[in-house]
């Protein structure tokens, strides 16, 4: 089955930057648009970042436009979100989704992991 696991998430200061990873198996990773969402403390979880099967595009939240960056190495099963200029407000608990179907776009109900914890201080 599908499995995902990130890593990477730490206590970093205000301005700092954070590597995020998430490892893939279970199927082929690069038949899949994989993305990164968020769930800050109280809320509702959020979208973050996508990019599609290969790597020509991404998307972003306009929260993290010019900051974050996603890539995925699909030789490595790999997914990453490169985070800079952090802000208290990216404080969250991390996700990484892989579309349960489609090759552009991460879609309804994609396979979720189990999340890793950000916390950005003042």
């Known amino acids: 089955q599908v499995q995902l696991v990130e890593s990477g998430g730490v206590l970093v200061q205000a301005g700092g930057s954070l590597r995020l990873s998430c490892a893939a198996s279970?199927?082929?990773?690069?038949?899949?648009?994989m993305g990164w969402f968020r769930q800050p403390p109280g809320k509702e979880r959020e979208f973050v970042a996508a990019?599609?099967?290969?790597?020509?595009?991404?998307n972003y939240a306009n929260s993290v436009k010019g900051r974050f960056t996603i890539s995925r190495d699909n030789a490595k099963n790999t997914l990453s979100l490169q985070m800079n200029s952090l802000k208290p407000e990216d404080t969250a608990v991390y996700y990484c989704?892989?579309?349960?179907?489609?090759?552009?776009?991460?879609?309804?109900?994609?396979?979720w992991g189990q999340g890793t914890q950000v916390t950005v201080s003042s």
């Open positions: 989704a892989q579309s349960a179907r489609n090759a552009a776009r991460i879609g309804p109900n994609p396979y």
């Open positions: 279970g199927r082929t990773f690069s038949n899949y648009a």
């Open positions: 990019i599609n099967w290969s790597g020509s595009n991404t």
